[in-house]
Nanobody, 122 residues
Framework: QVQLAESGGGLVQAGGSLRLSCAAS????????MAWFRQAPGKEREFVAR????????NYADSVKGRFTISRDNAKNTVTLQSNNWKPEDTAVYYC???????????????WGQGTQVTVSS
C-alpha cells in the first residue's frame, strides 16, 4: 500500500535551518504530484507548498514564499521542504501528501503521511 513517511522535524531557533523529508513507497512516485501542508494547534490544516511530477511547477503559500523551498528526487522517491529562515508562526505539524492531481486543498490529496512536528523558538 502507499506509504508516506516524513522526517526531519524538531526544534529550531527563529532564523535557523531545518530540512523536512518525505519518503514515498507503494506508488510510482514520478506519476504523483506532491505537496506539504501544516497544521498548528487549534487551526485548520493549511497548504504550504506543492510540486508537480517533474518539478517544473512549484507553488508556495504567501506566508512561506521566499523562505521555503520544495524539491523532489524521483530517483529516490523523496520530496523535501527546506528553509533557512524559520519563524515562530511556522510552528506546526507538517504533512506530505500525494495525488495524481495538482490541487491546492487538502481534500484534493489522496495519500498522507503521519506528520512531523516542527517547533520554532523565538
Amino acid at each position: 500500500q502507499v506509504q508516506l513517511a516524513e522526517s526531519g522535524g524538531g526544534l529550531v531557533q527563529a532564523g535557523g535551518s531545518l530540512r523536512l523529508s518525505c519518503a514515498a513507497s507503494g506508488l510510482t512516485f514520478s506519476q504523483y504530484n506532491m505537496a506539504w501542508f501544516r497544521q498548528a494547534p487549534g487551526k485548520e490544516r493549511e497548504f504550504v507548498a506543492r510540486i508537480s511530477r517533474t518539478g517544473t511547477i512549484r507553488n508556495y503559500a504567501d506566508s512561506v514564499k521566499g523562505r521555503f523551498t520544495i524539491s523532489r528526487d524521483n530517483a529516490k522517491n523523496t520530496v523535501t521542504l527546506q528553509s533557512n529562515n524559520w519563524k515562530p508562526e511556522d510552528t506546526a505539524v507538517y504533512y506530505c501528501a500525494a495525488d495524481q492531481g495538482l490541487g491546492w486543498r487538502s481534500y484534493e490529496y489522496a495519500y498522507w503521511g503521519q506528520g512531523t512536528q516542527v517547533t520554532v523558538s523565538s
